[in-house]
């Protein structure tokens, strides 16, 4: 149980382009998910918290109109880097808690996004 | 500020040479600590929710112990399979949900 999946898995744009990533929870239904971006060897820094049927929080520093977030249903959200440029290249990673599952505050990732812009 | 620490950085073993990797943690009102196991270019794996000092978790050669300031995840006969990032983050009663992540340790184990 608790399966988080993303799609997809790796993906490589053109500057200026917009790349669409989608979470979903394949077991459980998820009202929140998180979306995280990791850079080499570093670890997992988050990015903002999506909720199902409100807007998403995002944290200090990044710009929402940049990371648009859709959280469209009970299992999927969305993360669209919107004119994506070459800084934005990074390992992006959703997470959701089952709440389900007995332990309502652990979260389950998925396998992550490869962006690489060009 | 909740914050997250983790030593050390990295970690060579020899295949059975048992050891412990550290989280030392600040955060106001624990909800939960969390280990997760991440791959190199893969998403963390879950392994262990804490949520009280005492509490000791086990799965095959992995324990995971909590007390007050810090969490341990001990490993004991390590084979080359469990090379991997080890990560560690908390979850506090401010955060609504959110982890907060330690820099990870990463293991190498050697046959």
């Known amino acids: 149980g608790a399966v988080v999946s993303q799609h997809p898995s790796w993906v490589i744009c053109k500057s200026g382009t917009s790349v669409k990533i989608e979470c979903r929870s394949l077991?459980?239904?998820?009202?929140?998910m998180f979306w995280y971006r990791q850079f080499p060897k570093q670890s997992l820094m988050l990015m903002a918290t999506?909720?199902?049927?409100?807007?998403?929080?995002?944290e200090q520093g990044v710009e929402k109109d940049k990371f648009l977030i859709n959280h469209a249903s009970l299992t999927l959200s969305t993360l669209t880097v919107t004119s994506a440029h070459p800084e934005d290249s990074s390992f992006y990673i959703c997470?959701?808690?089952?709440?389900?599952?007995?332990?309502?505050?652990?979260?389950?990732f998925g396998p992550g996004t490869r962006l690489t812009v060009l | 500020e909740d914050q997250v620490t983790q030593s050390p950085e990295a970690l060579r073993l020899q295949e059975g040479e048992s050891s412990s990797l550290n989280c030392s943690y600040t955060?106001?009102?624990?909800?939960?600590l969390f280990w997760y196991r991440q791959d190199p270019g893969k998403g963390p794996e879950f392994l262990f929710t804490?949520?009280?000092a005492g509490e000791e978790k086990e799965k095959e050669r992995l324990k995971a112990t909590l007390t007050k300031k810090e969490s341990f995840l001990h490993i004991t006969a390590p084979k080359p399979e469990d090379s991997a990032t080890y990560l560690c983050?908390?979850?506090?009663?401010?955060?609504?949900?959110?982890?907060?992540f330690g820099q990870g340790t990463t293991l190498q184990v050697k046959p």
């Open positions: 997470s959701a808690p089952d709440l389900t599952s007995g332990s309502e505050d652990t979260q389950y």
């Open positions: 077991d459980f239904q998820a009202t929140t």
């Open positions: 999506s909720n199902e049927g409100s807007k998403a929080t995002y």
């Open positions: 955060v106001s009102g624990l909800r939960g």
């Open positions: 804490l949520y009280s």
């Open positions: 983050a908390v979850h506090g009663s401010s955060n609504t949900g959110k982890l907060i």
